[in-house]
């Protein structure tokens, strides 16, 4: 029997950076699974170069509970690491390399838990759901959950094993990350009235886009729970500009809304789309006609706020030995799986305080804790409710 730090090892070995197929893991999983007697479904992407997993351990006509994780990591290079990213090392009671905190670590427990799974009883049944692509904005889990809407029975809980250092957590942000393309008009910059400088609207836009940013701050719209209490607004990428005697054409810059849960972020995008076509574009299609600003979607995901209330959050207390629920600034693929009628708490070994660094590690006694929490999951759908 694999124990999860075994597993951990074995998953840490796959490079499975968000630009790299995740096939190998997850054909590992199927096998692993498979060996246990236990059958699985994979959803791949149109390309079939990446896929989803969904298993069910015990009665499939009842509602039961999904440990969640993705299998997805983000890159290692250019960073300082001290010890190979794709290879376990141990060191000081730490476990290091890429994806042992976001979020291996959690997937490794799961795994190690499948054969008292298997042994057991089952009142409930525990479905197992790894996805990819969860780091370049929740994409591979959204065709996961087109499968499971279709399904007569929904899951009474689902538990994503994001690092908290097995802290309930119940709410986070979500986010709107969008693509803003300038498009003005080249001249010579002697003659810079003639042309339509791309990099001074973007700057513009982007001012506006601070302005925005900083209405919601205001002490009206603070949730005190999360950290900052407010929703941010952030431009992180920009390029445009060929050389300092041409006024620029072409200018295009990436910016992104962090939205408190019960906010839409599409607000902010759409004052400044407005802000655009009411203040900018007659001002620069005055000087040339096919001058444009055009928006686009890079990413979303909506934010999660599961209620203190609620069931699900007495049962995360009851599996993590803690009512002392908190907030986290990342993000998650909670609010899609709450979006789909599945309530959903996140929970899992390590900190993010780690995650997406060099040496980044998960340290034994998180992940032995994560065993422990999950025996408690195990002794719970023997029971049943």
Known sequence: MSTSRELLARLVAFDTTSRESNLELIGFVRDYLADLGVPCELIHNPERSKANLFATIGPADVPGIVLSGHTD????????????????TERNGNLYGRGTADMKGYIACVLALVPALVD??????????????????????????????????????????????????????????????????ACHSAYAPQGVNAIEYAARLIAELGRLGQALRAPGQHDERFDPPFSTVQTGVIEGGKALNIVPEACRFDFEVRALPHMDPWQVAERLQQYAADTLLP?????????DIRFSELSSY????????????????????????????????????????????????????????????????????????????????????
């Open 73 to 88: 990591v983000v890159p290692a290079d250019g960073q300082a690491w001290t010890c190979p990213p794709f290879e376990l």
């Open 120 to 185: 057991s009883h089952l009142r409930l049944p525990v479905h197992i759901a790894l996805s990819y692509d969860e780091e370049v904005g929740c994409l591979g889990v959204r065709s996961l959950l087109e499968v499971l809407r279709e399904r007569p029975v929904k899951p009474l809980l689902c538990v994503i094993g994001e690092p908290t250092q097995l802290k309930p957590v119940l709410g986070h942000k979500g986010k709107l990350a969008m693509r803003c393309d300038v498009h003005g008009a």
């Open 283 to 291: 001002a620069m299609r005055a000087v040339s006609a096919q001058s």
């Open 302 to 385: 909506p934010g999660l706020a599961t209620s203190v209330q609620s069931q699900a959050a007495r049962w995360v207390a009851q599996f993590c030995g803690s009512r002392e629920f908190g907030t986290v600034a990342f993000g998650t693929e909670g609010g899609l799986f709450d979006q789909a009628g599945i309530p959903t708490v996140v929970c899992g070994p390590g900190s993010m305080d780690q995650g997406h660094k060099p040496d980044e590690f998960v340290s034994l006694a998180q992940l032995q804790a994560c065993d422990e929490m999950l025996e408690r999951v195990l002794a719970f759908v023997r029971q049943g409710q």
